[in-house]
């Protein structure tokens, strides 16, 4: 794997870290400005929506400009949103920090993921895209206890400013590491925007927010169903929460390597398993051990998604890629949203912290329903396309003259 991939992953490290440190953090933040709790949420909640907005607004405004160029503006934003973050002495102040740091979020793993694509062999372009998405599942296992702990022990302004400071790191790796790759000069926004009216770009999308949505059906509520059912003190949940990142890592790598060998028997495998574990988690989640263990499959099975739903949008939106592959970023934010929310609905109905988890069953197997369709789909289609004159044709038969 080129050395690039590595400043790749440095930025995601980065993003992840500053995209959910916050959610550790809110008493602390919500005591320095005097506001709620569920007011200082909108810092999480206004992330999530400048990540599905910014994502196309930012990959289209950067059209004109080279992938490498644009990766390092995006790092650019995602530095200053941090600082604006850390030095914020009003409440909407640090609300504007994370929409600006957020604008870099989908546009940096949209272009990203076709840049890592672009620098390794075809069959390795999962594997490059899993290289990157590392940094991402690492951030949950070190950057956010870290940061959380930083932020406890030092202030909530110091672990932005550590955040940004990583920013620093990515941006200068982009810089040094990555090659100029600039943008085709036969690809028109017109033809980023023409991907859409592919079928399976959106059969993809949708796949991706029903099946990342399960993942954050049961992950939201992750706190009340582990210390309220299964019976865990408040103080394990930070460590839940890593094993749940040690899953993600381990469901990226693997979810990689096997997409580039055979992209939609993986999602078919990761997809239902993820299902089934979620379903088991209603049970499962009135023992300790049980609950552990499906913390981390969920984790794992995932996040195993992420690769190949990414390669897929890629190989459907061949030639314009660029926009299709940021606005998939969106769609797991998507889902994550919806499926909260759904999660809520469930529990205000007085189902129980267990209800969520049915919830995401039912996404991951929406998501399961629809990749079949896919295939099923894509098979006749290049039955379609078929020429006709692969069609063995009768020999006639020969007359012999006689000698």
Do not use: C
Request: glycine share 12%.
């Amino acid at each position: 794997m080129p050395l690039a991939l590595l400043a790749l992953a440095m930025g995601a490290f980065g993003i992840g870290t500053t995209e959910f440190v916050i959610m550790g953090l809110l008493p602390e933040v919500a005591g320095t400005f005097d506001v709620s709790i569920p007011t200082a949420g909108y810092l999480v909640s206004g992330y999530a929506v400048g990540v599905m907005f910014g994502a196309p607004l930012m990959t289209v405004l950067g059209t004109r400009i080279s992938r490498k160029r644009m990766l390092t503006l995006l790092m650019g934003f995602f530095i200053a949103g941090n600082v604006l973050s850390a030095v914020a002495p009003a409440f909407g102040l640090m609300l504007a920090g994370r929409l600006v740091a957020s604008l870099a979020h989908g546009a940096f793993f949209g272009i990203g993921s076709v840049v890592a694509a672009d620098l390794v062999a075809p069959e390795k372009k999962a594997g490059a895209i899993a290289m990157m998405f590392t940094g991402l599942t690492v951030a949950n296992v070190v950057g956010v206890p870290a940061g959380t702990l930083i932020g406890q022990q030092v202030g909530w302004r110091a672990t932005f400013f550590v955040v940004a400071a990583l920013g620093v790191l990515g941006l200068l790796g982009v810089a040094k590491l990555v090659p100029d790759m600039p943008k085709a000069e036969d690809v028109r926004l017109r033809h980023e925007i023409a991907a859409f009216r592919n079928v399976q770009v959106l059969l993809a999308m949708a796949m991706t927010v029903l099946g990342f949505g399960g993942v954050f059906a049961a992950i939201t509520y992750i706190t009340p169903m582990m210390t309220g059912v299964a019976g865990y003190a408040d103080t394990s949940v930070t460590w839940l929460l890593v094993l749940f990142g040690l899953g993600m890592v381990a469901g990226n790598l693997i979810g990689g390597r096997f997409a580039d060998r055979a992209l939609m028997p993986m999602l078919f495998v990761s997809l239902s398993g993820l299902a089934v574990v979620l379903a088991l988690f209603t049970v499962a989640a009135h023992d300790k051990l049980a609950s552990a263990v499906m913390v981390f499959l969920i984790g794992a099975l995932g996040f195993a998604t992420v690769p190949p739903l990414q390669k897929r949008v890629l190989d459907q939106a061949a030639g314009a890629p660029t926009l299709a592959s940021a606005v998939n970023i969106g769609a797991f934010n998507l889902g994550n949203a919806l499926s909260a929310w759904l999660g809520g609905i469930v529990i205000a109905a007085g189902f129980g912290y267990t209800a969520p988890n049915w919830v995401g069953a039912a996404l991951a197997a929406s998501a399961v329903v629809l990749a079949v369709a896919s295939s099923v789909l894509e098979r006749r289609t290049n039955a379609n396309a078929r020429p006709v004159t692969d069609r063995v044709a009768e020999p006639t038969p020969a007359t012999t003259a006689p000698h």
